[in-house]
């Protein structure tokens, strides 16, 4: 009766970050038993990779902080020990950034945590070994951390995370970087862990690839649990009552496509001939790629991590220099230096992108000469639901927030063509369709949109064309008139374009 | 998987070369003895094979030093007496980010007894150039889609506010990484307190001493010039 033992126990627990006004988590009670495989979901900022870090011991040493009540893991008080100590018997595994890598190699990162706790040097090569034999990546041997793929370095960390053996697995938020492929490999590599006994807790908003495996959902909403079910009775929730609940879709099948009609104009605007471009020293990425667009079309690119879609975006946006191709916008030929005067490219990590010291000032960057721009700014940020924040800089703002705010940029922006790189990464359901719905406006005034994605569900609510790409060329174009087009692109991104 | 086809030798050897080069590039003279030391620093560059690298090092040096004889001289001193001192100490930091690998580095500093306080920063600044190096050109190129890009004429006109908006998101970004990467480490028992082991072993060994002394004389030589009463042109 191994399932009964409780092994992780939150009693009253309230954290509250140190530098914060608001309390993080609000008296929790929570009893995890050993072998269960738990989510916890919910809204950015509703605690739960709080909970995630009690859980690993972060919080209170490494996050500082007033924490009350107690949180038991393995027996021991998250006061009386800390991260290094608790990672012997926990292993943590975060979103992909590559932040989450101390070495730049990838067998030297799998012993990485053996060699802090002192594991003998022969032991140490055992146990990397059978890793990557057990999981099979023996191709994923002794690599360079920044030649892999975001799924290869997700895999990786899971290695890493085995070498110890640790019975409790912590997950805060691993899917975001992840296509639809990479994702379903991931939740093999749980479902192993899961069958070998060991207990599992995911903090996510991307729910699809946990169904049939998670045996219990919390849901919480301003630092409490405020609803929880069993793994059936999630499944049970249907496609509006998962809405309501402002939740991820746990079963791809639920997602329908809305009708996204292109705004009907006839007349070719963009015409790109020949695209070919390579790294230094590197096979061809993509491979003389030539398409049409129309004004008030929202394409659709998907296709696996590191397949060139970003690439691509760039080229377009006059970022990145291409060796070959053409372009041609609204008739003219347009050398590749002067794109950047036709192409906004609004990039995935807002960080890189926000430069002023205030939400309205950001909006008017670059903008300045544009008439009336001053009434423009105000309603766009109350299209975004940012006018509450119009004073406050950019980088105090949630990760969402940052994201519509660089999205709102570009609404301002009086370039013809629009480039949103994976604009909803890591988003949550209420963010990411914010972003929907000002991307149907960017569409809606007539200009050409390319959303880079992995996220089905934003296709459904979006896209009018999908470009499938794979090997360096477009393998599909279609028109996303119905189901059977969207089926389409479902199987391919769920299969990795096989 | 090493991608250059150099002579492998110990990490330490590259670190007491960027300590050494460091030092003498500003202690000594310029002229004859700057020039050797570059050559003893270039030299350890085309050991360590990156043949690309030390060319295009070895070209801009000489292009400088040609520069710095036409200048008038309030010009040809910032050449002679910065920009050629930066560029041999560049060289030799190139030589340890290009050939040497986190993990072997920690554990040769680690097996010398260096006390851990050391090793650490020391390997974090070897991890974070690639990303900083990353998010930097990201950022550039955010910057150029925004239309305020840091083009020669834009930096030149508007110097505070380019200055500003690249300097911020690079440091929110250091920032950030910084609290990724120390919070998986911690969680992975970086500071657990434990004689720590190695998964690469290292040892120093004859090839090593060997390179190490030859090290030590080509620097003999070069300290030895800048006490000679011997100029360049």
Request: with cysteine.
């Amino acid at each position: 009766m191994k399932k009964q033992i409780p092994i992780i126990s939150f009693e009253h627990t309230s954290f509250q970050y140190e530098g914060q006004i608001q309390e993080n988590l609000r008296d929790v009670n929570l009893t995890i038993k050993s072998g269960e495989f738990l989510v916890i979901t919910g809204q950015s900022g509703c605690g739960k990779t709080t909970l995630t870090r009690c859980i690993n011991n972060l919080i209170p040493r490494f996050f500082e902080g007033v924490l009350s009540g107690e949180v038991i893991v393995s027996g021991r008080s998250i006061k009386e020990s800390d991260a290094g100590e608790a990672g012997k018997e926990i292993a943590s595994i975060f979103q992909d950034p590559r932040s989450q890598f101390f070495t730049t190699n990838s067998s030297s990162e799998v012993a990485f945590a053996c060699e802090n706790y002192g594991i003998p040097h022969e032991e140490i090569v055992k146990r990397v070994d059978r890793a990557f034999q057990s999981l099979d990546m023996e191709n994923l041997k002794d690599r360079d951390i920044f030649t892999l793929s975001s799924g290869e370095r997700q895999k990786i960390a899971f290695l890493a995370a085995t070498t110890l053996n640790p019975q409790i697995y912590v997950l805060d938020e691993p899917s975001a970087n992840l296509d639809i492929h990479a994702i379903l490999q991931m939740r093999k590599i749980l479902s192993a862990l899961k069958a070998a006994g060991h207990t599992i807790i995911v903090s996510e908003h991307r729910l699809f690839y946990l169904y049939g495996l998670a045996d219990r959902f919390l849901i919480m909403k301003e630092g409490r649990i405020c609803e929880e079910l069993t793994g059936e009775e999630m499944a049970k929730l249907s496609a509006s009552q998962m809405r309501s609940r402002r939740l991820r879709p746990l079963n791809l099948n639920t997602i329908q496509i809305e009708k996204i009609e292109p705004i009907g104009h006839s007349e070719v605007f963009l015409q790109i001939k020949n695209m070919s471009f390579s790294h230094k020293a590197m096979p061809e990425l993509l491979h003389s790629i030539s398409i049409e667009a129309h004004k008030g079309e929202t394409i659709a690119l998907v296709g696996e991590n590191g397949c060139g879609k970003t690439t691509f975006g760039k080229i377009l946006s006059g970022l990145i220099r291409c060796r070959q191709g053409g372009f041609f916008i609204d008739g003219k030929n347009v050398k590749q230096r002067k794109l950047s005067d036709y192409v906004y490219f609004v990039m995935q990590e807002a960080d890189h992108q926000l430069y002023t010291d205030s939400v309205t000032e950001e909006l008017r960057l670059g903008n300045k000469k544009i008439p009336g721009i001053d009434e423009k700014v105000s309603r766009i940020l109350k299209m975004l639901h940012l006018e509450n924040f119009k004073d406050c800089h950019p980088y105090a703002l949630s990760g969402g927030q940052k994201q519509r705010l660089t999205i709102g940029a570009a609404m301002l922006s009086e370039k013809p063509i629009i480039v949103l790189d994976e604009p909803t990464s890591g988003l949550d359901w209420n963010n990411m369709y914010a972003v929907a719905n000002a991307v149907n406006f960017l569409r809606k005034s007539g200009k050409v949109v390319f959303i880079i994605t992995h996220d089905l569900e934003f296709i459904s609510l979006t896209a009018s064309r999908t470009l499938l790409l794979k090997e360096g060329i477009i393998k599909d174009d279609l028109q996303m008139t119905g189901k059977s087009t969207f089926k389409i692109v479902k199987d391919f991104m769920m299969k990795g374009g096989e | 998987m090493r991608t250059h086809h150099g002579l492998y030798y110990d990490s330490r050897i590259k670190l007491l070369l960027i300590l050494l080069t460091s030092a003498l590039a500003f202690a000594l003279g310029g002229g004859l003895t700057g020039l050797l030391l570059f050559g003893v620093v270039c030299l350890f560059s085309f050991l360590s094979g990156l043949w690309k690298t030390s060319i295009k090092f070895l070209t801009a040096y000489i292009a400088l030093l040609m520069l710095a004889q036409i200048l008038p001289i309030h010009l040809s001193s910032v050449i002679t007496f910065f920009l050629l001192r930066i560029l041999t100490i560049a060289l030799a930091l190139n030589i340890l980010f290009q050939t040497t690998e986190i993990a072997e580095l920690i554990a040769s500093l680690q097996v010398s007894h260096i006390p851990q306080a050391i090793v650490i920063p020391i390997a974090i600044i070897l991890r974070f150039l690639p990303s900083l190096k990353q998010d930097a050109i990201y950022i550039k190129q955010g910057m150029k889609t925004r239309g305020v890009g840091l083009s020669f004429w834009r930096v030149l006109s508007h110097p505070a506010q380019t200055y500003e908006g690249f300097l911020i998101p690079i440091l929110m970004r250091l920032l950030m990484t910084a609290t990724e990467l120390s919070a998986s480490a911690e969680t992975r028992g970086i500071s657990y307190p434990c004689k720590k082991t190695h998964y690469i072993l290292v040892d120093f060994r004859l090839r090593d001493g060997l390179l190490l002394i030859g090290m030590l004389a080509l620097f003999a030589v070069v300290i030895w010039t800048s006490f000679q009463p011997i100029s360049l042109f």
